[in-house]
């Protein structure tokens, strides 16, 4: 009789988003059994387009469950028969909402909930998506490169989307800690995620930086810089987490090398795509002493991964909303 072997099944949460949509492609074109959460059936048709933009013409291996971050509902049933979970589903608003709980608790109970489910289900590793968020705002950024032992100071003042991706890592680490049974947990912490739009699915990042940078709609440069990296890293870097020994235990700051302002990107897209600027502002550059370094040594030397470069996904994220594709 022959030797059939399987590839392990993984659950990614949050399918209809930009990385969760990612992440489920390269799973799926690595052989994968994917199960995939969506807060309604109904939005199911925009990931099946998407994955079929991607290249994916099989479906067998892909199984889609209703399940929602705010209620236990069929979670027992996401995560069943898992090996790995990749906890990928979170809020990213466009504005602050005016209570800063309707950011965090869903953030902070959706991951509470996922890592519950996945130790009573006997899943081996659950891969986290914080955010650089949770990293990076703590002490003064001047001459300081920001790494994985850095930690957002909780009791500083906060914008609600900095503060929920805070509480739910720290959240995360301390079941994992406490009541976790010997389930293993590894997060990353990307920085602003760029990179190619398939099936249109996009991201707040791409609506406000992308877009509005191209159409006009942003007239001036905020006084911040952000770190750049590609969804398709990103997604590379959760599988990668998922599978490597020295993974469990470890965060891991997504990120390609250098930071840039709103100027920079305008300044890329005038040199590099002109053809797509519909009403580009001249947005002015911003003083050095806002540039907030970080390191992505950690991930390529234990992981060895190795990004894109930042001008490569933000030009791929200007094609792809462009129709360029």
Same mark, same amino acid.
């Given at each position: 009789?022959?030797?059939?072997?399987?590839?392990?099944?993984?659950?990614?949460?949050?399918?209809?988003?930009?990385?969760?949509?990612?992440?489920?492609?390269?799973?799926?074109?690595?052989?994968?059994?994917?199960?995939?959460?969506?807060?309604?059936?109904?939005?199911?048709?925009?990931?099946?387009?998407?994955?079929?933009?991607?290249?994916?013409?099989?479906?067998?291996?892909?199984?889609?469950?209703?399940?929602?971050?705010?209620?236990?509902?069929?979670?027992?049933?996401?995560?069943?028969?898992?090996?790995?979970?990749?906890?990928?589903?979170?809020?990213?608003?466009?504005?602050?909402?005016?209570?800063?709980?309707?950011?965090?608790?869903?953030?902070?109970?959706?991951?509470?909930?996922?890592?519950?489910?996945?130790?009573?289900?006997?899943?081996?590793?659950?891969?986290?998506?914080?955010?650089?968020?949770?990293?990076?705002?703590?002490?003064?950024?001047?001459?300081? !490169?920001?790494?994985?032992?850095?930690?957002?100071?909780?009791?500083?003042?906060?914008?609600?989307?900095?503060?929920?991706?805070?509480?739910?890592?720290?959240?995360?680490?301390?079941? !994992?800690?406490?009541?976790?049974?010997?389930?293993?947990?590894?997060?990353?912490?990307?920085?602003?995620?760029?990179?190619?739009?398939?099936?249109?699915?996009?991201?707040?990042?791409?609506?406000?930086?992308?877009?509005?940078?191209?159409?006009?709609?942003?007239?001036?440069?905020?006084?911040?810089?952000?770190?750049?990296?590609?969804?398709?890293?990103?997604?590379? !870097?959760?599988?990668?987490?998922?599978?490597?020994?020295?993974?469990?235990?470890?965060?891991?700051?997504?990120?390609?090398?250098?930071?840039?302002?709103?100027?920079?990107?305008?300044?890329?897209?005038?040199?590099?795509?002109?053809?797509?600027?519909?009403?580009?502002?001249?947005?002015?550059?911003?003083?050095?002493?806002?540039?907030?370094?970080?390191?992505?040594?950690?991930?390529?030397?234990?992981?060895?991964?190795?990004?894109?470069?930042?001008?490569?996904?933000?030009?791929?994220?200007?094609?792809?909303?462009?129709?360029?594709?």
């Amino acid at each position: 009789m022959k030797n059939i072997q399987t590839k392990k099944t993984v659950l990614v949460t949050g399918g209809t988003g930009f990385l969760g949509i990612h992440t489920i492609l390269q799973l799926l074109q690595q052989g994968y059994h994917v199960k995939t959460t969506l807060r309604s059936l109904a939005k199911k048709d925009s990931i099946l387009k998407a994955l079929k933009e991607g290249g994916i013409t099989d479906f067998s291996h892909l199984a889609l469950i209703e399940a929602d971050l705010t209620t236990d509902k069929n979670w027992d049933e996401a995560v069943k028969g898992c090996d790995y979970i990749l906890h990928v589903a979170s809020p990213f608003p466009a504005d602050d909402p005016k209570d800063e709980n309707e950011l965090i608790v869903p953030a902070r109970d959706g991951a509470l909930r996922v890592l519950k489910a996945s130790r009573d289900a006997g899943v081996k590793r659950v891969v986290l998506t914080s955010s650089f968020a949770a990293v990076g705002y703590s002490i003064d950024a001047k001459d300081h !490169i920001f790494t994985e032992k850095d930690w957002t100071d909780l009791n500083a003042p906060l914008p609600a989307y900095i503060k929920s991706k805070t509480v739910a890592e720290k959240s995360a680490w301390e079941f !994992i800690e406490k009541e976790g049974n010997g389930i293993e947990l590894s997060v990353i912490n990307p920085v602003g995620i760029f990179g190619p739009v398939i099936g249109g699915i996009t991201s707040a990042s791409l609506d406000i930086a992308i877009s509005g940078i191209l159409n006009g709609s942003m007239d001036k440069t905020p006084p911040f810089t952000m770190g750049v990296v590609d969804v398709r890293d990103v997604a590379d !870097i959760h599988i990668k987490a998922m599978l490597h020994p020295e993974a469990p235990g470890e965060r891991f700051i997504a990120t390609s090398d250098g930071v840039m302002s709103f100027y920079d990107v305008a300044e890329l897209f005038k040199k590099e795509r002109p053809q797509y600027i519909l009403d580009v502002k001249e947005l002015q550059p911003i003083g050095k002493e806002f540039y907030k370094e970080m390191s992505n040594e950690k991930a390529e030397t234990i992981l060895s991964w190795n990004p894109r470069s930042r001008e490569e996904a933000l030009l791929a994220s200007a094609d792809s909303l462009m129709g360029n594709q």
